[in-house]
């Protein structure tokens, strides 16, 4: 399928007529051509028939971003650079969401487009009716990538902007024919992933062609065959699906719940997270796109009602168990739910003690996972449930973890169909104990189509969760895994927050997302403006932009591991705390409390601190900054000694210092 409306040679496009170019584009355009569509290509075509005058090449109108539902105006390929040249018609001045927008578009293709990456690329924003060059030099960004800083220019001068950076440009013609062979082998976030999927792209589309990652094609393949198979013949299945962190579990899930919803025959699917950040900015974020999408498609609709349909396809894990105590007899209107993050659902007391004081259910015996595998049993001929499950990210008091979710089965549905992931056994996800009685139970299937064994969230470097696992487990190999990681994927370490700051804005282009987080037990970063009690609202730091103070690019207000468990950014600040700190060759584990840090000696909270910094440490798609503050010999509560060993444990792995 082709990525473009139009594509001709620029010597091809100069004879033709503009009725004939505009008649292609509009044959490929989805949506009715309204008229100030067909004005700006009009616009496009002729100032473009003017300024190609001099040059050969071919050229590619609304080039399509898939990971992101985005389009570019013109992508022409003349000699060997590839020009993203972005029109604002009728516009005077070039604003910062379009120097955003057509840098973005820029990333994308040399990040993502397998041709696109060794040849350089200059992004250009013409605002037709700018009265001057606002740009006075024309050079290629310090990043030695080959992409070019921004380029703007008004009607008059895109010919003298395309010949400065062709004389900058050096290297062999861009053979087009074979450029436009080139896979598109996005990773997108998990936002733009659920946008995309929403707007009826599938899984393939929008995620990497390599071997690795079409684990996720594999595994959402089977795992709709079994519900195909369930359906057919009337039987209760629950799968379990593994991964490590940023394999993408949630976008399977998502990917199973938009591909199995028909009102027609009555399929619907449900995504279920206890997550409540996530569940809260993957519905704005599905509500926002599309009410931009509909705006530009001439309609309107309103907030509430988009947000209303939203809330049927993603669902708070905790509303779904609530609406079904309501109805105690009726089965849920979905035969299929997505579990994300299964194994944080309650254990039995988290969940007895719930419904005593906040539901009135004195007496309530059945932990969450047993009672959301009953939910779904009320129906009287099939139904699927598909547990999502993440190894070592228990981070709350109260969580079962997977072993509750076997134990209910074992207990109370002899009847249901168990497909599991092989890996289910490893000690990471806290199961083998209980999949040793099933063994001789009826209907149980292993299969390694259900484990996700690649990150996915660094597009860079698929080994950080990995070099994340082996640092805190102190293990030696963490330093050759970093060498063989270093060049793609960046860490540094410093002792100065403002240094950190610095390096993050600086790393960052277009609207690549930036942020600091910490641990939600950091109680003594008070002095470097950091104050975990003091809640974010995840919506905004998350979606909002670089003009909004509440979001994450004004690097004032911090995310914990609570607000960002499996949401991403590109590049992270990682700001460490004494909670969790490196002493003589092992980690310990400390809470502030009232005026003075007690040491927890208790396995189960250990292991909820080691897990935040498992989170934090894997928010990172390209890179990431750890600031380990120096401390403070006047305060007793910052001794310097309290970070001074970790700071060198992680300098030692050979993090470069800053």
């Not at 100065?496 to 609207?511: E, F, I, P, V, Y």
Request: hydrophobic share 40%; aromatic share 10%.
């Amino acid at each position: 399928m082709k990525r473009w409306f139009y594509s001709d040679s620029i010597v091809n496009f100069k004879k033709a007529t503009q009725e004939e170019i505009l008649g292609q584009l509009s044959q490929f355009n989805q949506f009715s051509l309204e008229l100030n569509q067909r004005n700006a290509w009009l616009t496009e075509i002729q100032l473009l028939k003017k300024s190609l005058e001099r040059f050969d090449g071919q050229l590619y109108f609304e080039f399509t971003i898939p990971r992101v539902g985005q389009r570019i105006d013109v992508l022409a390929i003349i000699g060997p650079v590839i020009f993203i040249l972005e029109f604002k018609v009728g516009e005077n001045s070039y604003p910062a969401y379009a120097i955003d927008q057509v840098v973005d578009y820029a990333l994308d293709l040399k990040n993502f487009h397998e041709t696109s990456q060794t040849k350089a690329i200059a992004p250009i924003l013409i605002a037709t009716n700018a009265k001057t060059n606002s740009h006075t030099t024309i050079s290629q960004s310090a990043y030695n990538d080959g992409i070019f800083f921004p380029v703007f220019c008004n009607a008059e001068s895109l010919e003298s902007a395309i010949e400065g950076v062709l004389v900058l440009a050096s290297g062999e013609h861009i053979d087009y024919s074979k450029w436009e062979q080139g896979r598109y082998c996005p990773s997108p976030t998990i936002i733009e992933a659920a946008m995309a999927l929403y707007n009826g792209h599938s899984v393939e589309n929008i995620s990497r062609n390599d071997a690795s990652a079409k684990n996720l094609t594999i595994t959402s393949d089977y795992i709709s065959s079994i519900i195909g198979s369930a359906r057919t013949n009337s039987h209760k299945v629950i799968c379990f699906v593994t991964g490590v962190p940023g394999a993408g579990k949630t976008l399977v899930g998502l990917n199973i719940a938009t591909k199995h919803i028909d009102k027609q025959s009555e399929l619907y699917s449900v995504f279920l997270s206890g997550n409540g950040p996530l569940v809260a900015i993957l519905r704005e974020a599905l509500t926002r796109d599309r009410l931009k999408r509909e705006k530009k498609a001439g309609k309107s609709l309103k907030k509430g009602e988009v947000m209303s349909e939203v809330k049927v396809f993603i669902q708070n894990i905790h509303h779904f168990r609530d609406d079904c105590l309501s109805n105690e007899k009726q089965p849920p209107v979905e035969h299929v739910a997505l579990f994300d993050e299964a194994q944080r659902a309650w254990d039995l007391n988290q969940t007895a003690n719930f419904m005593q004081m906040k539901k009135n259910k004195p007496g309530f015996s059945l932990s969450e996972p047993e009672f959301l595998i009953s939910c779904l049993d009320r129906h009287h001929d099939w139904a699927v449930i598909v547990c999502l499950v993440g190894g070592g990210q228990e981070i709350n008091t109260g969580e079962a973890g997977i072993s509750e979710w076997v134990d209910a089965l074992n207990r109370s549905f002899p009847h249901w169909h168990l497909h599991i992931s092989s890996q289910l056994f490893d000690s990471e996800y806290g199961a083998g104990r209980v999949l040793e009685y099933i063994k001789t139970r009826n209907n149980v299937h292993f299969n390694n189509e259900l484990h996700l064994a690649v990150s996915m969230r660094s597009f860079r470097a698929e080994e950080v969760s990995l070099l994340v696992k082996q640092i805190l487990d102190v293990h030696p190999e963490s330093r050759e895994i970093y060498k063989r990681i270093c060049n793609r994927f960046q860490i540094v370490i410093t002792r100065d927050l403002d240094k950190a700051k610095q390096w993050l804005r600086s790393k960052s282009r277009g609207t690549e997302r930036y942020g600091i987080v910490v641990s939600s037990q950091a109680e003594r970063l008070k002095p470097h403006a950091i104050d975990v009690r003091t809640p974010i609202n995840p919506v905004h730091w998350f979606l909002d932009g670089k003009e909004d103070v509440r979001s994450s690019f004004y690097l004032e207000d911090v995310a914990t591991e609570f607000q960002t468990q499996g949401l991403e950014l590109d590049w992270v600040c990682v700001t460490w705390d004494a909670d969790f700190r490196f002493s003589k060759g092992e980690w310990q584990n400390w809470s502030f409390r009232g005026s003075k840090w007690l040491r927890i000696l208790k396995k189960e909270r250990q292991n909820y601190q080691k897990n935040a910094y498992r989170v934090l440490l894997t928010r990172a798609r390209q890179g990431m900054v750890i600031v380990i503050p120096p401390g403070d010999a006047q305060d007793r509560t910052r001794n310097p000694e309290f970070y001074n060993e970790t700071y060198d444990y992680l300098a030692d792995i050979g993090f470069e210092k800053i």
